[in-house]
């Protein structure tokens, strides 16, 4: 007998709440921000807003399932199943936070503040959930297999992303390592810059596109579909021991990009998230290509 559908739905404490985790009630968290000739009214909109939007979700969750919740800072330590139907409510931001842990469970993006979040990985209102979750659930939803991206360490280290990976030093330092690419020609580079991100086409309409366009980059971006890869090194540093020819690159499916360590220590993370890293020291490779999995974003 096959177990009912899970609905997890996942979220993130709001303004309101991290202000009172932080001044203990709602009078000093109103003086902290009146003191610095701001309103407190517009933070508790905001979390109204979410936490209704979270209640009627959890109301349009059919009675036969089961269902759960896990915040954001909990992603790390909760176990999705194959039969989960995951309810991101919240910001596109949530969705990438959330994916990394998926192994291809569809996902329902739920705005909580429309006009405010752009609505790329959110894209329904939580009065729709009612019927997107069994649609999901059946497989009737139009989905979205969105690409992702993984760096792979040469102990196993393994990481995933949506948007981009960002490999570089933990602090302020310069990266120095020996960058390669290419299939058949393979070309290789010793270099000192402040990093490497590596991303997908959802990645180029963020931090990606951002560098795309202050280098102004003839690269084609990748759509959010597309089996390809974007990459960037940021400041690469031209000195008589390291290059600046191999600054940026298209991957297609069976393409890498390897990157071998020339620091004490650099990080790998994705999506922001630096506090689940892949840790590299001097004399490891890592290799960046299209993930396995992909994002089953219902749209």
Known sequence: ???????????RAT????????????????????????????????????RRALADVAAAVPLAWRQTRVERTDLDRFLFGPEDVVVVVGQDGLVANTAKYLSGQPVVGIDTDPGRNPGVLVRHRAADAVKLLPAAASGTGAVDELTMVEAVADDTQRLLALNEIYLGPPGHQTARYRLSTGAEAVRTEPQASSGVLVGTGTGSTGWLRSVW????????????????LIWFVREAWPSPATGTSLVEGVLAPAERLRLTVESDRLVAFGDGIETDALELTWGQTVRFGIAGTALRLID
Not at 22 to 45: N, P, Y
Not at 217 to 227: K, M, T, V, Y
Request: proline share 8%.
């Open 213 to 228: 366009q202050q280098r102004g980059s003839g690269l084609p971006l990748p759509g959010p579909a597309d089996p390809q």
């Open 15 to 50: 303004e309101y709440e991290e202000l009172l985790a932080r001044h203990g009630t709602h009078g000093q968290a109103d003086f902290f921000l009146s003191s610095r000739g701001r309103s407190i009214q517009a933070v508790t909109e905001r979390h109204h807003r979410a």
């Open 1 to 11: 007998m096959s177990l009912a559908p899970r609905a997890v739905l996942v979220h």
